[in-house]
């Protein structure tokens, strides 16, 4: 069962945003620095006004188009296309947002933020992805000497180092570029694929109650490839990231080490390049990810153990209310690097619009144990996979590029509860464990709906497993 504390986690640390439909509505809107360019695919108004409609490389279909506002109350949104419309969709499917056409507008209408995607004509390529964020609180004081402020418009920026009790924030219709300068030493002439690699961008070492946030952009695209993480907290306490949008990461986009009670909530990632996860939790604890939007090229949300015992473990995790365009890798769960132990993760309510992981490690929901860590009480529950086109579940133990421990180690307790499949392929369910001393035990399917149908059996699901799985349950409600 998921941990008693786990759930105290997502009481303590989440301080919740509610939009209501009734009321006034008011509508933010930001101007793009004059140096962006805007997209010749879309246009977009919020409440009568115009919204910036901004671009970004994609792996499967770019380039992609983006818009981000601030609201309250109900908000009428109008796109207009510069191609013929003839059917429209709004992602994800579950939020019940239903858009009318008329000639080359599509009108919705909002009555709470959102994270959403527009797809015309039956076709995921090039579509817009539109970030309806919350009324913004609290903005802090440009004047307070604890505060690194960046306005609107573009700012060239190599690293930032925050102290404790600091706020980096990007306001709306800020840009801030990394950068390398000519003087700049990388920390590393080659990595694994021959790159430079250079100091991350944005990093605390030992800092408490730090704090990124906005609703500007993080932009990493004129970085060369693996040159710099985009923010890694290590050692650190009591840290948030909100609000903000991260274009083109050429490597990790929001990473933790060692740290604990860190809140990764409404954030915004669009990358192309490899290497670009999303979120990952590593040897860290108490961590809340929540209302984001991750479509990147390689894992969205990933716990991992990089050292192992006595560093710390990897436990009570929490990360709901996402929605996660899946391009290539694993869409949500334990993946690689696996030293030491993880444990009460939970995945819940969210929604995963689209998954092309081929890889045979990679899936929409995975478990991958490379190292000698035990992964137990991991959930997955209330998951809406809308298209998964190979591998819904995998679960694996096994050796791989990035193992170091001699020794594989265990999965023992993984619920998949109230998972639902649409989409027009029967996706596998892969279940791999590495020998009679290194097990998957104990893995649980309860109330998985493919295409309509329950599957109350292995059978039925077509799950792949070889002679190291033990105790493998399917339930039904």
């Known amino acids: ?52 409609v901004y671009t970004a490389p994609a792996l499967q279909g770019g380039p992609v188009s983006f818009a981000y ?46 994270n959403l995607t527009v797809e015309l004509n039956g076709s995921c390529d090039r579509p817009l992805h539109l970030f309806a964020n919350p009324p913004e609180a609290d903005r802090p004081d440009p004047a307070d000497k604890n ?8 700012h060239e920026v190599a690293t930032l180092r925050p102290k404790s009790g600091q706020t980096v924030y990007l306001a709306g219709g800020a840009i801030l570029r990394a950068k390398i300068p000519p003087d700049e030493k990388p920390t590393q002439e080659k990595n694994w694929r021959g790159n430079k690699v250079y100091a991350t961008l944005l990093e605390t070492r030992g800092a408490k109650r730090v704090q990124v946030r906005g609703r500007g952009i993080l932009d990493l695209g ?130 995963i619009i689209h998954d092309f992981a081929s890889a045979s490690d990679c899936a929409a929901l995975a478990v991958i144990v490379c190292d000698s860590g035990t992964m137990s009480d991991i959930r997955f529950e209330d998951i809406r996979v809308e298209d998964c086109r190979n591998t819904l579940v995998d679960c694996w133990i096994g050796p791989d590029m990035w193992s170091r421990d001699e020794a594989q180690g265990h999965i023992k307790g993984v619920t998949f509860k109230d998972i639902t499949v649409t989409g027009k392929s029967m996706p596998a369910i892969k279940l791999s464990g590495c020998d009679d001393r290194h097990l998957i035990e104990d893995v649980r399917f309860e109330n998985l709906r493919v295409q309509g149908s329950l599957m109350r059996d292995a059978a039925t699901a077509r799950v792949e497993t070889n002679a190291y799985v033990r105790g493998l349950v399917f339930g039904v409600p």
């Open 1 to 52: 069962m998921q941990s008693l504390k786990a759930l105290a986690l997502v009481i303590s640390m989440s301080a919740a945003v509610v939009a209501s439909g009734a009321g006034e509505t008011v509508v933010v809107t930001y101007p793009a620095p004059q140096s962006e360019k805007a997209s010749e695919d879309y246009q977009v108004e919020a409440g009568n006004k115009s919204v910036f």
């Open 69 to 114: 506002f601030d609201f309250s109350g109900t908000a009428t949104v109008v796109v207009t296309s510069r191609q013929k419309i003839e059917s429209v969709k709004v992602l994800p499917t579950s939020y019940g947002i239903v858009p009318t056409i008329d000639g080359d507008k599509v009108s919705l209408t909002l009555t709470k933020p959102a």
């Open 147 to 154: 505060v690194i402020y960046f306005g609107p418009g573009v």
């Open 222 to 351: 004129a970085l060369p490839q693996h040159a710099r993480t985009a923010m890694w907290f290590e050692g650190s306490q009591g840290i948030l990231v909100e609000g903000i949008v991260i274009r083109d990461a050429p490597n990790w986009a929001v990473a933790m080490y060692d740290s604990k009670h860190i809140v990764v909530r409404n954030v915004k990632q669009i990358c192309a390049r490899e290497n670009s996860d999303g979120v990952d939790i590593c040897n860290s604890q108490d961590v809340l990810v929540e209302d984001c939007f991750l479509r990147n090229n390689d894992d969205e949300v990933c716990v991992k153990t990089l050292s192992h015992w006595p560093a710390r473990e990897s436990r009570n995790i929490v990360v709901r209310r996402c929605v996660v365009w899946n391009d290539r890798a694993r869409g949500l769960g334990i993946t690689s690097e696996t030293r030491a132990n993880i444990s009460q993760v939970l995945f819940k309510d969210c929604d």
